[in-house]
């Protein structure tokens, strides 16, 4: 009698079972990763939407500001200059109204964008101050571009109202984003 030969089955994964575990893990892990991924993309544009509105009521303020000080100067003055003066933008100029470097009412002042998505002035980051403005002296570019029109409502001349847009723009990628901030300009002070 010959002795019985046993053979022993090894446990392990085969190839097939192997890929199948590893599809099921890679559809797993690409969901949450997938989500991530444009949960990020949103916290970027929510922090550049969020910087080109300030930048945008930054520029609103400082020409709110010179219209007071026309309109205020006028009470005192032997003669009186047009409350839009300093800051009535022709159509065709490229003016942009900034807290630290004032107002500039042609494009000689600042870097203009080539790309016609970002009309306006680049804007420059300077970390020394945490400040943007038109000077790139110590200062780092950035996306955004910003200049302002002014309208005149009523067709005269002489409006005693007008219209401000301030716009601020920039792109993440290639798509481009805009950011439109609008007053009304009167006549009185605040």
């Not at 003669?79 to 942009?96: E, K, Y």
């Amino acid at each position: 009698m010959k002795p019985a030969i046993h053979m022993r089955r090894k446990k392990g994964f085969t190839i097939v079972e192997t890929l199948v575990a590893i599809a099921i893990l890679m559809i797993a892990i690409a969901g949450p990763l997938s989500i991530a991924s444009k949960g990020l993309t949103s916290a970027v544009y929510a922090r550049d939407q969020m910087v080109a509105t300030f930048l945008a009521q930054e520029s609103m303020e400082k020409i709110v500001n010179v219209k007071d000080n026309n309109i205020d100067y006028n009470l005192t003055a032997a003669t009186p200059v047009p409350w839009t003066d300093g800051f009535l933008c022709d159509s065709t100029a490229t003016c942009d109204a900034d807290a630290a470097e004032g107002i500039t009412l042609d494009s000689s002042s600042c870097s203009t964008s080539i790309d016609s998505y970002l009309p306006g002035c680049r804007l420059f980051f300077n970390p020394a101050t945490s400040a943007y403005g038109r000077s790139s002296a110590s200062a780092n570019p950035t996306q955004f571009y910003r200049h302002y029109t002014i309208g005149d409502e009523s067709g005269n001349t002489n409006a005693e109202e007008r219209t401000v847009h301030v716009f601020v723009s920039w792109k993440e990628g290639t798509i481009p984003y805009q950011i439109d901030l609008s007053s009304q300009l009167l006549d009185v002070l605040r």
